[in-house]
């Protein structure tokens, strides 16, 4: 059975940063692209950034790049999410989801899906 | 990366057919033919409902379904049922390994 399970949220002040990790287990880890998804309180789902197998392809939604930086290590099944310069906008539930293919690409979508870890960022 | 266009709210009584509607732009729903859309029932995770436009995972009723034209993905369910009450959300690849998410549907079952 898929399991994946988030950790490292919590309340942070803006500016600050945060370290998200996501713990895989159930299937073959560097098999598979990796992502994070996250939500707003009472707002929809918006894709932060996914990770090939081999970290050789990595993407970034508008709204993070170049404060967040998404990471994996294979030998610990292991997917992270470095959040820097936090603001209070990227208050959200994070996700991690695992893929369906190596390096993600239009075929991709996601398979399955943690309970998600809390990041609230205020003062 | 601005998100797919969804109608913020959907309704239907038990046994009758809906469609949510996905208008994304020729960079991404209208250049890659396999969006992908998603159920979130409140306070769950996002559970997958159809794969590549029109496919449907192991466990997932036939009464979903998926289809796409132009610009625009669908999604329909037929003989609505009180259980399928939730939030749908489509997704499109963007290019340049990104992706992006529609602003999300609530289904009323009346």
């Known amino acids: 059975e898929v399991q994946l399970v988030e950790s490292g949220g919590g309340l942070v002040q803006p500016g600050r940063s945060l370290r998200l990790s996501c713990a895989a287990s159930?299937?073959?880890?560097?098999?598979?692209?990796m992502h994070w998804v996250r939500q707003a309180p009472g707002k929809g789902l918006e894709w932060v950034s996914g990770i090939s197998w081999n970290s050789g392809s990595i993407g970034y939604a508008d709204s993070v790049k170049g404060r967040f930086t998404i990471s994996r290590d294979n030998a610990k099944n292991s997917l992270y999410l470095q959040m820097n310069s936090l603001r209070a906008e990227d208050t959200a539930l994070y996700y991690c989801?695992?893929?369906?293919?190596?390096?993600?690409?239009?075929?991709?979508?996601?398979?399955?899906w943690g309970q998600g870890t809390l990041v609230t960022v205020s003062s | 990366q601005s998100a797919l266009t969804q109608p913020a709210s959907v309704s239907g009584s038990p046994g009758q057919s809906i469609t949510i509607s996905c208008t994304g732009t020729s960079s991404d729903v209208g250049s890659y033919n396999l969006v992908s859309w998603y159920q979130q029932h409140p306070g769950k995770a996002p559970k997958l409902m159809i794969y590549?436009?029109?496919k449907r995972p192991s466990g997932v009723s036939n009464r979903f379904s998926g289809s796409k034209s132009g610009n625009t993905a669908s999604l329909t369910i037929s003989g609505l049922q009180a259980e399928d009450e939730a939030d749908y959300y489509c997704?499109?690849?963007?290019?340049?390994?990104?992706?992006?998410f529609g602003g999300g549907t609530k289904l009323t079952v009346l």
């Open positions: 159930g299937f073959t880890f560097d098999d598979y692209a």
């Open positions: 590549e436009g029109s």
């Open positions: 989801a695992k893929g369906t293919l190596l390096v993600p690409n239009h075929a991709e979508y996601f398979q399955h």
């Open positions: 997704c499109s690849y963007a290019g340049s390994s990104t992706f992006v």
